[in-house]
């Protein structure tokens, strides 16, 4: 068992793949994203909070801290991706990182629990923070930014390995997998934002600690779950290949060889036959798309093949195909911007609301639960009965499109930061007009209604996009991309928040910015949210045009913009490529010998007759 897990399942043939793997393996996975999610997504909608009434930041501080740390977070996510795709398998790596996560979550709690690690009130700045409280703090936060973040880039493509996309059965279970992987996820939070949201807020902000504590206990027994189903997990072995190195290599030389001309063919670029490559990934075939790369094949005259100076045609097509895939990521970042403010600014609201359902006081860094439940009634629904209905009809295994489903994302993105705009309008006039009946907190829910149902289209369809579309070696790190998009959002509110305040506080009459001081009442939050609803909708009709250009690297015609390369059985390929006839007999004798079946790779050259 342990050796076949060091190969990869992927290199096996189907007879030979043990019976691991499948939804028996990914209920660990899914136990611990609940359990850590608990904890996570309470911090991530309460920490605002805890900044501003515990360490004593001013509004635009609270909230610019909270986007960077989530902003660093995601980012990290690549550091995860690339170390499960070089030096350990995606396992090791999230109890590596998971270990730094727990840590991380300890020293919070023992900072919330110890007075002398919390700052004093200096009035007026921006922060209280100092000596040796500030590093404290900021270091147990880059502890959770690299931990969680590392988890997150090796964690979700665990979890899709365990089902081979080549046999149609697991490939239904592959696109089922995202879903769950949501719901589980979305579980956990429900929890965290009730719960564990209401303890930390609870006697006036003054059990925080216990908050954290809980945070941190169900979290180690997460990873608890994680280790448990390690003899159930098909484990991949890392290539050991740097993905980073292969990229850089095809940059360099195509630089290099800027000043070739292109070839004739796409027959003379280079390319290692498969019975002479050590690699067991499949080749990918020659496409006609930033045709400048192509120059990073060329091999020079009297000079041997070498990964500086000459790269082979797979290695240029995944440099390819990872292009492709930026203005889609590019294209995502606006959604994650406008997800920031629903867990900075609206929980700032909700707190200047009517917090009582009836006698029960409800902290208003709780009310995400309302769109959490909506996602956990809506997943089984979407997966269960919208996926196999669409299904007969568009023959694809997950239904629509992975573009198609962010692309209802992105419109119900647009349509809940409208809302928000007007929603503010209303609490801020009831508040001006009589401060002593504020609007119900239970308005918020309209605006984290309509985003939570974007969140639910869009991270899935992120995540498997950028999982099937990855070339092999690189599943990891371009999974992360969902999350680095989601770091870009959360930065980018940062800058549009101090931006805004200063371009604003110029123009203004009073010299005050949009979101200037901790008082909302005599700030223009509304106008805030009606500019992130343009852009949004602006960004919708870029991202329309970037999801009809790309080409799916599985050429079955998922978008119906073009094919790219696919494999096909070399027996069917024989008698249709007649000049392959004449080694037919050689490869036949060779293939007997080896016991194995091969691959061609099959693509269109523009041959010069």
Known sequence: MGEDAEQGYDNLSPSRIKPRGGFAATSFIYALVALENMGFVAN????????????????????????????????????????????????????????????????????????????????????CLEGGVAVYFYTSLCLM???????????????????DPKDPKEAK?????????????????????????????????????????ITAVATFVGYVFLVVGKPFYRLQAPKGDSPLSRIAQVIVVAVKNSGLPHPESCSELYEINEKDSD??????????????????????????????????????????????????LASTIILNTCMAQLQTFSVQQGYRMEPHLGSFQVPAASIPVIPLLFIIILVPIYDRVFVPFIRKFTKNPSGITQLQRVGVGLVLSTLS?????????????????????????????????????????????????????????????STSFAWISQSFGYFLSSVFVDTINSVTKRVAPSGKGWLH???????????????????????????LYWATWYKYKSGDGENGVGKAAVAVPEAEMIGSLPFLKAAAAEEEV????????????????????
């Open 417 to 477: 930061m409208s809302v928000a705009a007007i929603v503010e309008v209303k609490r801020k006039n009831r508040s001006l007009e009589n401060p002593a009946e504020p609007i119900s907190l239970f308005w918020l829910a309209f605006q984290y209604g309509i985003f939570g149902i974007a969140d639910m289209f869009t991270l899935v369809g992120l995540l498997e996009f950028f999982y099937k579309e990855a070339p092999e070696g690189m599943k990891s790190l």
């Open 173 to 213: 279970g592959l696109a089922s997998y995202f879903n769950w992987l949501l719901l589980s996820s979305v579980v956990g939070s429900s929890i965290g934002v009730t719960v564990i949201v209401w303890v930390s807020t609870n006697k006036n902000n003054h059990n925080w600690w216990k908050g954290f504590l």
């Open 44 to 127: 991530m909608v309460s920490l605002v909070l805890y900044f501003s009434y515990k360490l004593y930041f001013d509004l635009s501080t609270s909230a610019n801290t909270l986007t960077n740390l989530m902003g660093s977070t995601y980012l990290l996510s690549i550091v995860g991706g690339f170390i499960s795709d070089t030096y350990f398998n995606r396992f090791q790596t999230c109890v590596i990182f998971g270990t730094l996560e727990v840590l991380a979550l300890a020293m919070m709690t023992i900072q919330a629990r110890t007075d002398s690690l919390l700052p004093k009130t200096c009035g007026g700045k921006s922060s």
């Open 145 to 163: 930014a690299l931990g969680v973040g590392g988890v997150k880039g090796a964690l979700a493509p665990l979890g899709a390995d365990q089902f």
């Open 279 to 328: 690699s067991t990934g499949p080749k990918i075939a020659h496409t006609e798309q930033f045709r400048w790369l192509d120059k990073a094949a060329i091999v020079q005259p009297n000079t041997d093949p070498s990964p500086w100076k000459s790269c082979t045609v797979t290695q240029v097509e995944e440099v390819k195909i990872l292009t492709r895939m930026m203005p889609i």
């Open 590 to 609: 060779s293939k007997a010998a080896n016991g194995g079946g091969g691959y061609v790779v099959v693509e269109e050259c523009n041959r010069k007759e």
């Open 517 to 543: 001081g901790q008082d909302l009442d005599r700030n223009n939050l509304n106008l805030f949210y009606w500019f992130l609803a343009v852009l949004s909708g602006l960004n919708f009709f870029n991202y």
